[in-house]
Structures are given as C-alpha cells and as structure tokens.
C-alpha cells in the first residue's frame, strides 16, 4: 500500500509547543479525493520542537489521497485543516497547526511585574482613583500603583494589559497617552478619567467609527455624552464610550475589546467565550495575538498557567 508523511508544525500562539499530549485523527475524504485512504488516529507528546513527523499515512498512488485532519490537545481548542498526502514524500502541511486556548482551564497569568509595565500603564494605575459601582468593584476601592495591580488578580489584570496594549497601538490611533487614570477595572472592560480632547480627537481619527452608547451606562455622578467610537478592526476592536462627571465636568470612559464578527480558524468560527455575562479576557488576548500573528505587535505580554 502506498503511504505519506506529514510534516506539521504545532503550536500555541505563544509559537511554542504546547504541554502534554498532542491527538491528531485523518478522516479520508469520500469519493474520489480519498480514495486509497483509511480512518488514522496518532498521538504524541510535544517536546522541545514544535516541528512533527506523521508517518506511514495511507494514500492513493499519483494523484495522492485527500484528508480532514483533526487536532486535538489539553486546554486548547480542536484544529482542523484539509490535507492532500501524496506517496514516498514528506508532505508539508497545507496549515501550521496554531492551538487557541480554552478560557476556563486558564487558572492563573504569568504577567510582567508593576515596574516592567509601560510608564503610561503604571501611571494610569498610580493615579487610580477606585470606586465602587457594583459589588465585584468593592475589594480594590482606594487601591492605587502597585497594590492595586496585585489585587487585580487574573481575569481584571488580564483586561488591564489586553486594552492597555491596543489603546497603544497604531490601529488604536494610540490613545493610551490619554487614558489618564483607572475608577473601576473588571474581566471584560474598565472605565478611567480621560483627557478631556480624546473624544473629538476619536470623532476626527480615521482609525474609528461611531458606535452606539445604549448598551453602557454612567457611573454614578456621571452623565452619557452620548459619543461613543469603535476602532474599525475586522477583530478585536477598542470602543471607547464618553461619560462626563456632573460636579467636576472631567470626562471618563467606559472602555471595552469585542471580537466583533468572530474569526474563522481551524474550521471553527471562534467567538467571545462569555462568563457570567462578561467576555473573557483570555480569548481576548488570543484575538489580540492573531491580529498580527507575524510581529506579534498586539501581543499583551502575558501567559497563561493551568
């Protein structure tokens, strides 16, 4: 019988090699495209390469045979890809295997220490002014600079360098200069004092568009302003929604990441993983990474633990 290999390259997108076993299964195609296949389960356990060598898969001679492949490892969302395998070659793989995490088996972050943080992100954090609006908000009132990044905990410090990255970035028209100082920080999103130019600076910037503001609410002594904009990302867009303290008139905003439309990957549309209502942060990040797989630029500089 005639048989194939495949070189494949498996990974997280951290580009390393996951931890623990890896499951791949080759379904043949019916009809003509699989023929002289046959169903393949293989397993191994990922080392220090991420570069990985299927052999004696079988397949038709000429033409070559036609599969789906199906990946599968611990903590990771399943890959899929189509693969055509061809007689006594080692076939590259038609796609780099690149495993999206699973949110809720992320226990923990490794994340860079308060002083490891860009100057503008400590600054935000030294100048907290905490506040309670609900009660998973009440545990870091009055925290500021170092302490209230330790108390963050996963999921909020998670959020805290996912918006703090795009705010950063160019396709965010690098807002975060005007971002000035936290009130509140949750899993999902957070709401600071802003300079009082950045929303016409937003309504002006070719990087947004007008949203709509009927989802978000004013903080307490807060109004709307009824200005709210989107970064114009195909995925992980920043929106930025405008409220105005009544006393002091200072301008704040609610500021959030969507992954707007989802993304196809591995033959799976990959959407928000939502909990208890709120977007998780770890998808998030993942959204953030593949925007610019290649240089990495949105990457929020944090990992996961299990």
């Not at 996912?162 to 949750?186: F, G, M, V, W, Y």
């Not at 002594?221 to 867009?237: I, Q, V």
Request: glycine fraction near 6%; charged fraction near 25%; aromatic fraction near 10%.
């Amino acid at each position: 019988m005639p048989i194939g290999e495949l070189l494949v390259q498996v990974t997280d997108l951290d580009r390393k090699p996951v931890p623990g076993k890896v499951e791949m299964e080759f379904q043949r195609f019916s009809g003509d495209l699989g023929a002289g296949g046959t169903g393949l389960e293989v397993s191994f356990k990922m080392g220090q390469e991420s570069d990985i060598v299927i052999t004696r898969i079988p397949c038709r001679g000429g033409p070559g045979t036609m599969y789906r492949v199906f990946a599968a490892a611990p903590h990771y969302r399943p890959y899929s890809f189509f693969q055509l395998i061809r007689e006594d070659l080692v076939n590259p793989a038609a796609d780099d295997i690149e495993f999206w995490v699973k949110p809720g088996d992320v226990k923990n972050i490794r994340a860079p220490q308060f002083l490891e943080l860009p100057p503008q992100v400590q600054k935000i954090l030294d100048q907290a002014a905490m506040i309670e609006e609900e009660d998973q908000d009440e545990d870091l009132v009055g925290d500021s600079g170092e302490s209230l990044y330790a108390a963050l905990g996963p999921l909020r410090k998670a959020c805290l360098l996912n918006i703090t990255k795009k705010a950063s970035h160019s396709s965010a028209d690098n807002c975060l200069p005007q971002i000035e100082a936290l009130l509140i920080c949750r899993q999902d999103r957070f709401f600071a004092f802003v300079d009082a130019t950045l929303p016409d600076r937003l309504q002006s910037s070719p990087f947004y568009k007008t949203a709509p503001d009927s989802l978000h609410k004013p903080l307490p002594g807060f109004k709307m302003t009824g200005r709210s904009f989107k970064s114009r990302d195909a995925h992980a867009n920043l929106q930025v929604t405008f409220m105005q303290h009544i006393q002091s008139g200072r301008m704040a905003a609610d500021i959030d990441i969507d992954e707007s439309s989802g993304i196809e990957h591995g033959f799976e549309v990959i959407r928000n993983a939502v909990f208890k209502n709120r977007t998780n942060p770890y998808l998030i990040r993942e959204f953030l990474i593949s925007a610019d797989l290649q240089n990495r630029s949105l990457d929020p500089g944090y990992a996961f633990v299990f």
